[in-house]
């Protein structure tokens, strides 16, 4: 499978707003230019990494941290995510604790116990899903 920066939007691009009937792209949440795939095929030590930046749509957004797990979620089911490195992160500046959030997306136990939770995981599920509530 050929991976691209454009591939990657499409899979992500429709995932649904947790507080509105929206998608992240309508939202401005998430932006093709905001996506990249890094796939240097000199640099074996590596694998390759695809990088993905949102903005929250508010400075103080409380499901910041959501939305960043559905897009880790839905990258997971539609790409061979063991051949790549997910690295997702908050725009620098969009968001009170940005560094915070970041390190919580991409952090593997946290996600796997987020997951767990059942009340959450049928939000995620609402979200990546495109499901209106």
């Given at each position: 499978?050929?991976?691209?920066?454009?591939?990657?939007?499409?899979?992500?691009?429709?995932?649904?707003?947790?507080?509105?009937?929206?998608?992240?792209?309508e939202?401005?949440?998430?932006?093709?230019?905001?996506?990249?795939?890094?796939?240097?095929?000199?640099?074996?030590?590596?694998?390759?990494?695809?990088?993905?930046?949102?903005?929250?749509?508010?400075?103080?957004?409380?499901?910041?941290?959501?939305?960043?797990?559905?897009?880790?979620?839905?990258?997971?089911?539609?790409?061979?995510?063991?051949?790549?490195?997910?690295?997702?992160?908050?725009?620098?500046?969009?968001?009170?604790s940005?560094?915070?959030?970041?390190?919580?997306?991409?952090?593997?136990?946290?996600?796997?116990?987020?997951?767990?939770?059942?009340?959450?995981?049928?939000?995620?599920?609402?979200?990546?899903?495109n499901?209106?509530?």
């Amino acid at each position: 499978m050929d991976i691209d920066a454009g591939l990657v939007f499409d899979i992500i691009k429709d995932i649904r707003d947790p507080e509105r009937p929206e998608t992240l792209e309508e939202l401005g949440v998430v932006t093709e230019s905001n996506v990249t795939v890094d796939t240097d095929p000199l640099d074996v030590c590596c694998p390759p990494q695809i990088s993905i930046i949102f903005t929250p749509t508010v400075p103080h957004c409380s499901l910041a941290t959501l939305i960043g797990l559905c897009i880790r979620v839905r990258l997971q089911r539609n790409l061979p995510t063991a051949q790549y490195k997910l690295d997702i992160n908050i725009e620098k500046g969009s968001h009170e604790s940005a560094a915070e959030v970041s390190k919580q997306i991409n952090d593997k136990e946290r996600v796997a116990a987020a997951m767990e939770n059942p009340s959450l995981r049928e939000l995620v599920e609402t979200c990546v899903n495109n499901i209106t509530i």
